[in-house]
């Protein structure tokens, strides 16, 4: 049934929704799991699900020589026009930023955001920040406040960290859909990255995760009751 699927958009074969697949889970939903950069289609129809998840990947929002950065890009429009719950995270984010008008552009000093930094909520994010978070991250990019949009939470070096679109359409900067397994991974995988400028090691990535973890947790479970909340 439509109003109990979530259509979870991701970038490569072996993406995984982690903690956010969990969470919609346990508020009784099902999960529509495609990865467009393979050639899995996108729906037509806006009102086709309950609501739309597009997580992070390696690619820019900027790629428009991609077919599915173009196919996403003009999804979300779709998405945003027909007033349809939308969460965007890192990469979703910066297409949703896009979509409104907005840049995505690199930090000027050629910083990046890879590991565990805070995250301050605006005086409009109160709501949904109760205080500081130390947010899990791993970026290059980042991206400008859209028009007509509210700034919900900001950071050191990239200070557009949260931000909602409408009722019911949000962008975050950070991924608190990472698991430890997904954390371990991704060092393992991109352990190129962590040389570059803001970056930090793996083994701060692995003790902040254990100060900051069940912080992170409680903050996703709290973001998806007020966003659509359980089936029933």
Same mark, same amino acid.
């Given at each position: 049934?439509?109003?109990?699927?979530?259509?979870?958009?991701?970038?490569?074969?072996t993406?995984?929704?982690?903690?956010?697949g &969990?969470?919609?889970?346990?508020?009784?939903?099902?999960l529509?799991?495609r990865?467009?950069a393979?050639?899995?289609?996108?729906?037509?129809?806006?009102? &086709?699900h %309950?609501a739309?998840?597009i =997580?992070?990947?390696?690619?820019?929002?900027?790629d428009?020589?991609?077919?599915?950065?173009?196919e996403?890009?003009a999804f979300?429009?779709?998405?945003l %026009?027909? #007033?349809?719950?939308?969460?965007?995270?890192?990469?979703?984010?910066?297409?949703?930023?896009?979509?409104?008008?907005?840049?995505v552009?690199r930090?000027?000093?050629?910083?990046? #955001?890879?590991? /565990?930094?805070?995250? #301050?909520?605006?005086?409009?994010?109160t709501h949904?920040?109760t #205080?500081?978070?130390?947010?899990?991250?791993?970026?290059?990019?980042g991206?400008?406040?859209?028009?007509?949009?509210?700034?919900?939470a900001?950071g050191?070096?990239?200070?557009?960290? %949260? =931000?909602r =679109?409408g009722?019911k359409? /949000?962008?975050?900067? =950070?991924?608190?859909?990472v698991?430890?397994a997904?954390?371990?991974?991704?060092l393992?995988?991109a352990?190129?990255?962590l040389? &570059?400028?803001g970056?930090k090691?793996?083994?701060?990535?692995?003790?902040?995760?254990?100060?900051?973890?069940n912080?992170m947790?409680?903050?996703?479970?709290n973001?998806?009751?007020?966003?659509?909340?359980?089936?029933?």
């Open positions: 049934m439509p109003d109990k699927k979530v259509l979870l958009v991701m970038h490569q074969a993406s995984d929704p982690g903690r956010v &969990e969470a919609l889970r346990t508020l009784g939903y099902q529509d799991m990865v467009p393979i050639g899995d289609p996108l729906p037509s129809d806006p009102h &086709e %309950a739309t998840v =997580f992070g990947g390696p690619m820019s929002a900027n428009d020589h991609e077919d599915f950065i173009r996403e890009t979300v429009d779709k998405l %026009a027909a #007033e349809r719950p939308y969460f965007g995270i890192c990469l979703g984010a910066q297409i949703m930023a896009r979509c409104l008008g907005a840049d552009t930090h000027p000093a050629g910083c990046m #955001e890879i590991g /565990y930094y805070r995250v #301050e909520p605006t005086e409009a994010g949904y920040f #205080e500081h978070l130390n947010a899990f991250q791993w970026h290059k990019e991206f400008d406040l859209p028009r007509d949009c509210t700034l919900l900001t050191d070096l990239f200070p557009n960290q %949260a =931000f =679109f009722k359409a /949000y962008g975050i900067q =950070f991924h608190p859909e698991t430890e997904m954390n371990r991974r991704w393992k995988k352990s190129h990255m040389v &570059e400028p970056a090691p793996a083994d701060q990535h692995l003790a902040d995760r254990q100060a900051y973890d912080d947790r409680l903050w996703l479970d973001f998806l009751q007020g966003w659509i909340g359980p089936t029933e």
